[in-house]
């Protein structure tokens, strides 16, 4: 039997929580590395984050940042060059900066795009929020992505993978790459990514996520020979946890989509654990995993890390952000809008950040509910009695 030890390590209490796992037998799985009855690791590093809208870092430049990522990656890096940067969907849309006209059209994600392209992304997978956007500007998205896109069970409208980079190459359903330490002995990883269909747009299918990544960590194993399997997802986390419980054969799900960190254990210790980090990269997960080849055991020590005014900031990614956020506001300022402008000052914090506006009432919430009663009011229809509004359209994640 494969054993996955699984070391947790809590950002708030500190505590550090192991916990071993039996994986199938692993006589398909062998084709990347295999036994060799000699004790062999091959150690390498995941660093995962998910749901980023904005480039810049939030809360007068204390918190996230693509800048603060690059930091942890070359610090990952200097560790063991086998660290790998994935991101589980929600990038392009929405942001603000995203709707300044640059050179005569939106940005739409392009300062994104951009941003990770620099800071080295090496494998992403779609989000809802990616077809916010028009088929055109979408696909021009995807080609100017230097990085590797994988895709299980979304499509175009004739059911056919989008194509992503220079030249043009299809998304694939899943992927392998081969990870090898200095002495030869090598592991194979599989990769499948799923996500849900939360937006549903004309030129977009997609298939049933669950039976969708059985049947690709099938041929993973099967075909592929992978001895570790990562899922990629953009899911609610019900879902997530149905994908856990139904395909026991993944190792790890790394996740998205609800913009709060969370690990979950589902059931018994066989089922793969799942990983989430806040959005716009308020967190990190940082996971280091080492396959024994002579035994067949995958560890795992994952870790959140919070990525706060302590993080230095990658000066190269750090000037492609500035770069992005001057030509936006020159957009801005040719629209009628001065973005640096103080409008207003106010001694009570309005605070917009998601994880709280999704969950409870702020004075910002009930500052926009009566703003829009006095609207109408304004407009000679009195003035209503309640003002309902979806808490998603508050998308600036930060404390006024």
Not at 300 to 329: N, Q
């Amino acid at each position: 039997m494969v054993l996955l030890a699984l070391l947790i390590l809590s950002l708030d209490s500190g505590r550090v929580s192991a916990q071993e796992r039996a994986l199938p037998d692993p006589e398909d799985r062998s084709g990347g590395g295999g036994a060799t009855g000699a004790t062999e690791p091959v150690t390498f590093t995941l660093l995962q984050l998910n749901d980023n809208y904005e480039i810049a870092p939030l809360q007068n430049g204390t918190v996230g940042g693509l800048a603060r990522v690059a930091t942890v990656r070359q610090e990952l890096l200097r560790e063991n060059p086998r660290t790998y940067t994935l991101l589980s969907g929600d990038f392009f849309s929405p942001s603000a900066i995203g709707t300044a006209e640059v050179d005569g059209t939106p940005l739409a994600g392009r300062q994104m795009v951009d941003v990770l392209n620099t800071l080295g992304l090496d494998y992403a997978t779609f989000g809802n929020h990616e077809f916010d956007l028009e088929p055109g500007p979408f696909r021009q998205r995807l080609a100017e992505s230097r990085f590797h896109w994988v895709s299980s069970n979304v499509t175009d409208a004739n059911r056919e993978p989008f194509r992503a980079g220079q030249p043009p190459r299809e998304i694939p359903r899943r992927r392998t790459f081969d990870v090898e330490n200095g002495r030869g002995a090598k592991v194979r990883v599989g990769l499948i990514a799923v996500t849900l269909d939360a937006n549903k747009k004309d030129y977009v299918r997609y298939a049933d996520p669950i039976a969708t990544a059985r049947e690709q960590v099938d041929a993973l194993l099967c075909q592929d020979h992978a001895q570790v399997i990562l899922a990629l997802t953009h899911l609610t986390l019900g879902q997530d946890k149905e994908l856990a419980r139904k395909v026991p054969k993944i190792d790890l799900i790394l996740g998205g989509h609800e913009h709060n960190n969370s690990t979950s254990i589902v059931g018994d210790a066989d089922r793969p654990p799942i990983f989430k980090a806040d959005a716009n990269a308020a967190t990190v997960y940082i996971h280091r995993l080492s396959y024994d080849t002579g035994t067949d055991t995958l560890r795992v020590d994952s870790s959140l890390r919070a990525l706060t005014a302590s993080t230095p900031e990658d000066p190269t990614v750090a000037g492609r952000v500035r770069d992005w956020m001057e030509k936006g506001f020159q957009g801005f300022r040719a629209a009628g809008f001065d973005p640096p402008r103080v409008v207003a000052r106010t001694e009570i914090p309005l605070d917009g950040r998601e994880a709280i506006v999704c969950n409870s009432a702020t004075d910002l919430t009930k500052l926009i509910g009566r703003a829009m009663q006095a609207q109408v009011a304004a407009a000679g229809h009195g003035t209503p009695e309640v003002a309902l509004y979806n808490s998603g359209m508050i998308r600036i994640d930060d404390i006024l």
